[in-house]
C-alpha cells in the first residue's frame, strides 16, 4: 500500500522591526541580513543608462528607493527560506504594502524570474510605463554579476 505523508506545515516565520537597506534588494533587520524574495535589483556599483544616454548609478538609485519605501517604518517580514549566504529570503511590507513588488512596479528592481513568478506582473507593468531603469539602458543584475556591461 503507498500512504502519502502529508508535511506539517509550521508557521513562517515573521521579523518585525526598523530596518537599514544594504542594497535595492537587501536589508537588516535586529542584526539578520534579509534578501528580498523573488527580485533582483541593481548591485551598488552598477550603472545604467538614461534614456538620453547619460550613464547614471542605477544600484545606488534602487537602495535609495527601498530607503524611501522603508524610512521610519515598521517593517513586517515573512521570512521563507534561507539563502546559500545565509541570509534570509523573505517577502517584506511596510504599511501592508508589498515592498518586494514596489521596488520592482517603479523600476528599480526586476523580477527574479529563476526563483520565483511573484514578481512578473509588476514588472511588465513598470516595463510599460518606462519606469525607472526602463526608460533607458540596463544590463540585468545576474548578468552584471556575470561581467556583462553596457556598451558605449
Not at 542584526?31 to 533582483?40: P, S, T, V
Not at 547614471?56 to 539563502?83: F, P, W
Request: glycine fraction near 8%.
Amino acid at each position: 500500500s503507498c500512504f502519502a505523508t502529508v508535511a506539517t506545515l509550521t508557521p513562517a516565520l515573521a521579523l518585525e522591526g526598523r530596518v537599514s537597506v544594504i542594497d535595492g534588494d537587501t536589508l537588516e533587520m535586529h542584526g539578520k541580513r534579509i534578501r528580498l524574495h523573488g527580485i533582483d535589483a541593481p548591485e551598488s556599483g552598477q550603472t545604467c543608462k538614461s534614456e538620453s544616454g547619460e550613464a547614471y548609478r542605477c544600484g545606488q538609485l534602487s537602495a535609495e528607493h527601498m530607503a524611501k519605501y522603508t524610512k521610519h517604518k515598521i517593517i513586517r517580514c515573512n521570512v521563507q527560506d534561507t539563502d546559500r549566504y545565509g541570509r534570509l529570503v523573505a517577502v517584506c511590507f511596510a504599511d501592508g504594502q508589498d515592498i518586494n513588488e514596489q521596488i520592482v512596479r517603479n523600476g528599480f528592481a526586476l523580477a527574479y524570474r529563476r526563483y520565483s513568478r511573484d514578481y512578473i506582473a509588476a514588472e511588465s507593468v513598470a516595463k510599460s510605463d518606462k519606469a525607472g531603469m526602463w526608460q533607458g539602458a540596463f544590463i540585468k543584475p545576474w548578468d552584471w554579476r556575470k561581467g556583462e556591461r553596457l556598451t558605449q
